[in-house]
Every structure is written in C-alpha cells, then in structure tokens.
C-alpha cells in the first residue's frame, strides 16, 4: 500500500521510521524485491562529496559608519560580485586570489570563516548622497555577518563522464591529473549513493526538497544549471544558511594546474513511497555507466575512450583500447556514505523530517554549447545607441519616452507643475506642454526615459 510523506513523518516523530542508506538499499531491493522493501523500508539516504566548483555564499555585510555602497568587494583579496544591493555580495568559490592566485580562492575563504578565523574584508565606492563612504577595509568573522546564505547554481550532478587523455603530454583539468597515453582514468558521481540516480524519475525529490547540505540542512531551489536529463546529467540548485553548516562537510579543494573548488557533502532523503520508488533506489553501482572521454582533444566535443560501469571503475581497473588502465575517483565515497549515515541519524533521532515538494523538478532541460556568431553591436557601441534613444525624439524643453518608462513614479512628486501624473492603474503619463524648464526632474527617471534638455551655463 502506498505511503505519504506525512505518515512517514508521524513515523519519525515517534521514533518508529525504518531507514537505511541508498547502498544498504540496494542490498534489500535485491534480496526481497521491490514491493517488499517498500514496505520494509520508509526512507533511502544518499550522500555524495565530491567538488562542485559551481558553488558560492550571499554575504551581508551590515551597514558602515557613514554608511556605503560597496560597488567592489575583497575578501582576504578574494573579489566576492558586489553588483546588487548596497552591502550584499556572492562569493563564488573558484574565484582566485588577487595576491595569491590559484592558490587560495574563494573556497578558502568560505572554509576560513566555517573555522571561525577572521578574513579581512575590503571594499570601495563612488560615493554618492546617502552612502557618501568611499572605502572601507576592517576584519570580520562568520558570526559578525547578518547572513551567509550557501546558493549553489549546480551540484550533485547525477553522474558525471570519467576522464582519460590519450595525448602525449600530462594534463591538469577539473578531472584531475591525467597521465599521457591513457595511463590513468579519473571518475566522479558517487554511483548507487548519488542522490539523483536514486530517484530519477524525480517522484519523491523536488523544488522545496530539505536536504543535508554542507553538515547543515538546505533545500532544493529548482533543477540546476546545465540540467539535461535526457542524458542521465541532471543537476540541482541548493541553498542552506552556512552557519548552521560545518567544515567536516565543506572542504576547499586545489587541483593543481586547474584552480580551486569546493568539497561540497550534499545527502538526499528518499521517501519510498511505492514499489516503484523502492525499485529506483535500489540501483547498483552495476547497473550505473559513464563514458571515459579523451580530455587530449581540445574541443567541445571530445571523442568517446569506451563505456563502462560504476562497478568497475570503483573496482581500480577498467579497460580502455584493450589494455587495463587504474582508476580513481574524485568523489570520496568514505565521506559520501557518511553524508547518508548522518543524515539517517538525524532522521531516526527525530531532529529532520521530510518536506513535501512544492512542485516538480522539470524532466527536460537544456546543456547546449555556447554560441559562438559574432556581435552585432559591441558593449561601448550598445551603450551609446542606449543613450541616444531618448535624444532622437528630444524636444525643445523635455522629453519622455513612454517605451523606456516602467512607471516607477519617481517623477510624480519632484516636478512642481505636475507634468507626470499617474492613472487608477498606476500607469504613468505625461503632459509634456505644461514643463516650465525648473529642471527638478532632471535625472530623477531611473530608466533614462525623461531627457531634460534645458542648456545650462
């Protein structure tokens, strides 16, 4: 019969919930079947720690003493993006050192402020009327922030290519090291403990989905960059608060040659709500297959070495261009299991239960190349022809450009004879012949869309 998430949750609550890791899983789907094993079993933990280098942290700073608008933003010499509101910034983790290079990036940073060291923070400012400070430099720590929002645009890809280079030449990639002639194979993906590949119909995970996120618990925000289904390569975006995260479960990782990333422990409750979803995380690593491509080719589309299973390659040896070549992998499956370990604890100790998702993952998505046409206009070219929009219908006095104005009513209260006024919708208009030339609306239109064209001596 099955089960609902609420009744499982009733189950937690009580102390009563079976549950078991994915590879535990797997093990039961097999000897029993899987209309037994659902009925055995409530929830399937998985777990993967691998490096997610598309990962990084909100940050906010707090307000300075006089205040400003942080239009850039180092920590430790790290750049963090600061093109959003006065004292936010993201801080990606593969963001490099100004002073250190590849050597210490964002990543570190992040694993600086888990262990509590202090980072030194520093920022500047065009300065303007309300945040009139210019730059700042000052140390803080994790808890001097007002938050430290983890937001990952893709992890826990569903498996990943294994890696090999049959060049001439050693290669340093995001893959690792690679060792000429195929001397080595390098996966990653933590096979029947990937949580995507235990549910990859998407019936019991969705947007909404609480996870085990970095030793904390996050959610699942919707599917993930680079999404592709089809191709059995989904992804997730996450989000969790770093400071209820720990370091065992984030760890900043270099590979040498290539740049930093971020170890990232990521562990997915599943539901087993029926036999169907018993069957789905009852994968075996056998049953699991990458293709090895040759990274020697400096293409987008590199050519296929062979195909093989997650059992192989796990068992150290595969078989490329019929010779065994070892294998390694990326993703620490020591700490992956802990990952669904731990979050089975807290599940059975009643401190995490299981959220309904608020809707469905998307079955399709989309990881096609960049397109690489020429602009037809280049960014100074753009801006100009931006700028001159409103100067080709210019009048006289003033001009308003209806297309460009998304009634903000800005305007409505600076001009004195009432030149902007606004409808029972809010929708702004203009009578352009009542404008004496005061110029208080000159720049006041934060979309350019009023051009006051009174000569000033």
Same mark, same amino acid.
């Not at 608008?69 to 093109?83: C, F, I, P, T």
């Not at 000052?138 to 645009?153: C, K, V």
């Not at 093989?308 to 020591?334: E, F, H, W």
């Not at 009513?409 to 009542?434: F, K, M, N």
């Given at each position: =019969? +099955? %089960? ?17 890791? @994915? ?11 899987? !209309? ?45 993006? @600061? ?71 893709? $992890? ?8 090999? $280079? ?8 995001? =893959?690792?090291?690679?060792?000429? *002639? ?9 096979? !029947? ?21 970095? *030793?904390?618990? *996050? ?25 209820? =995260?720990?370091?065992?479960? #984030?760890?900043?990782? #270099? ?6 990333? /971020? ?17 789905? @995380? ?22 296929? /070495? ?9 068992? *150290? ?11 390694? +992998? ?13 979050? %089975? ?10 959220? !309904? +998702? ?17 602009? &037809? ?9 931006? &700028? ?53 609306? %000159?720049?006041?239109? +934060? ?5 006051? $064209? %009174?000569?000033?001596?």
């Amino acid at each position: =019969m +099955p %089960k609902s998430i609420r009744e499982i949750n009733e189950k937690i609550k009580k102390r009563t919930v079976r549950v078991v890791a @994915a590879d535990e899983m797997t093990r039961i789907v097999k000897q029993l079947g899987a !209309e037994q094993a659902a009925a055995q079993v409530d929830v399937v933990t998985t777990g993967t720690f691998g490096a997610m280098c598309s990962s990084g942290v909100w940050l906010n700073f707090g307000h300075s003493d006089p205040p400003m608008k942080m239009s850039r933003v180092w920590l430790n010499d790290v750049e963090a993006y @600061a093109g959003v509101a006065a004292v936010d910034a993201y801080l990606g983790v593969t963001q490099a050192s100004e002073t250190l290079g590849m050597e210490y990036a964002g990543a570190h940073v992040i694993e600086d402020l888990l262990l509590g060291k202090p980072v030194v923070l520093r920022a500047v400012s065009y300065g303007s009327d309300c945040y009139p400070r210019k730059e700042l430099i000052t140390e803080i720590t994790l808890a001097d922030l007002n938050q430290a929002i983890m937001s990952n645009p893709r $992890n826990a890809y569903q498996r990943y290519n294994a890696a090999a $280079n049959s060049g001439p030449r050693t290669l340093h990639t995001y =893959m690792g090291k690679l060792l000429p *002639g195929c001397g080595n194979v390098n996966f990653s993906g933590a096979g !029947e403990l990937s949580p995507l590949m235990n549910d990859p119909d998407y019936s019991a995970i969705g947007i909404g989905t609480r996870v085990f996120l970095g *030793g904390g618990i *996050g959610y699942i925000t919707g599917s993930g960059t680079q999404h592709d289904p089809a191709a059995r390569l989904a992804t997730l975006m996450v989000q969790g608060d770093l400071k209820g =995260m720990s370091v065992e479960f #984030l760890k900043a990782a #270099l590979f040498h040659g290539y740049g930093s990333s /971020l170890y990232v422990g990521i562990g997915i409750p599943i539901p087993v709500l029926d036999a169907r979803i018993a069957q789905n @995380a009852g994968i075996s690593d056998r049953e699991i297959e990458t293709d090895v491509i040759d990274y020697s080719i400096p293409a987008r589309s590199r050519p296929v /070495l062979g195909r093989c299973n997650y059992q192989q390659l796990k068992s *150290g040896m595969v078989r490329i261009a019929g010779r065994d070549v070892p294998t390694a +992998p990326l993703v620490s499956y020591s700490k992956s299991r802990q990952v669904a370990l731990t979050l %089975k604890k807290w599940i059975e100790g009643g401190s995490f239960f299981l959220s !309904e +998702p608020a809707a469905a993952i998307p079955a399709q998505g989309s990881a096609h190349p960049l397109s690489q046409l020429e602009p &037809q206009a280049r960014p100074a070219q753009f801006y100009r022809r931006y &700028q001159q929009v409103s100067e080709r219908n210019a009048t006289p006095l003033i001009s308003w450009n209806e297309r460009l104005c998304i009634s903000c009513g800005q305007c409505l209260a600076i001009c004195p004879q009432r030149v902007y006024r606004h409808d029972s919708d809010w929708q702004v208009t203009a009578e352009l012949e009542r404008c004496n030339q005061c110029g208080q609306c %000159k720049q006041v239109c +934060p979309r350019n869309a009023i051009v006051f $064209n %009174k000569n000033e001596s």
